[in-house]
T-cell receptor
Framework: GENVEQHPSTLSVQEGDSAVIKCTYS??????FPWYKQELGKGPQLIID?????GEKKDQRIAVTLNKTAKHFSLHITETQPEDSAVYFC????????????FGAGTQVVVTP | NAGVTQTPKFQVLKTGQSMTLQCAQD?????MSWYRQDPGMGLRLIHY???????DQGEVPNGYNVSRSTTEDFPLRLLSAAPSQTSVYFC???????????FGPGTRLTVT
């Protein structure tokens, strides 16, 4: 089955700096890669996703890149703000798996003013 | 729309007790799933359903039962709670495979 590894487990950045979280996956048939943000006491919320026919996707200060050959994808947050502090999860799934997501272990991001 | 709702928010059980975690969605989504979240392990899929009357096992199904009699509701049953089931449980729904999954607020369960 799919195995997703996520690094780092914790990330501290100064406000205004960039943050990068990296994930690798094992199943070459995976073709959907979402990123979720989880604030304390809440459920995960999708912030951006990418499919295997796209190499990069941006949404304001957030971007995701995908390298299918190397089987890794990354989340980039630019101009970080205190409200970006949260736990971020990457995930992967196959198109034939009825949406079963395999999650990474999560990255605790702390943005200090 | 309320989205995905879960009850209760918190629950404490003694070993061997049974209970049902409730999940409901008002978005007419066909796909619903249950995850558990443990420290350092991300979210792991327990059971999922692709429509009313259809359920299947995920990665960690042992000790849990599900049923899906309506599109809206997807309850998770613990038949005989064990301390290893202490976790935060999330229900999620989506309108199709590979589409955005919407998560509920979670149920924090402690088994003593």
């Amino acid at each position: 089955g799919e195995n997703v590894e996520q690094h780092p487990s914790t990330l501290s950045v100064q406000e205004g700096d960039s943050a990068v979280i990296k994930c690798t996956y094992s199943d070459s048939a995976s073709n959907y890669f979402p990123w979720y943000k989880q604030e304390l006491g809440k459920g995960p919320q999708l912030i951006i996703d990418i499919r295997s026919n796209v190499g990069e996707k941006k949404d304001q200060r957030i971007a995701v890149t995908l390298n299918k050959t190397a089987k890794h994808f990354s989340l980039h947050i630019t101009e970080t703000q205190p409200e970006d502090s949260a736990v971020y999860f990457c995930a992967a799934s196959r198109g034939d798996s009825w949406g079963k997501l395999q999650f990474g272990a999560g990255t605790q991001v702390v943005v200090t003013p | 729309n309320a989205g995905v709702t879960q009850t209760p928010k918190f629950q404490v059980l003694k070993t061997g007790q049974s209970m049902t975690l409730q999940c409901a969605q008002d978005m007419n989504h066909e796909y619903m799933s249950w995850y558990r979240q443990d420290p350092g392990m991300g979210l792991r899929l327990i059971h999922y359903s692709v429509g009313a009357g259809i359920t299947d096992q995920g990665e960690v199904p042992n000790g849990y039962n599900v049923s899906r009699s309506t599109t809206e509701d997807f309850p998770l049953r613990l038949l005989s709670a064990a301390p290893s089931q202490t976790s935060v449980y999330f229900c999620a729904s989506s309108y199709a495979t590979g589409a955005q999954q919407y998560f509920g607020p979670g149920t924090r369960l402690t088994v003593t």
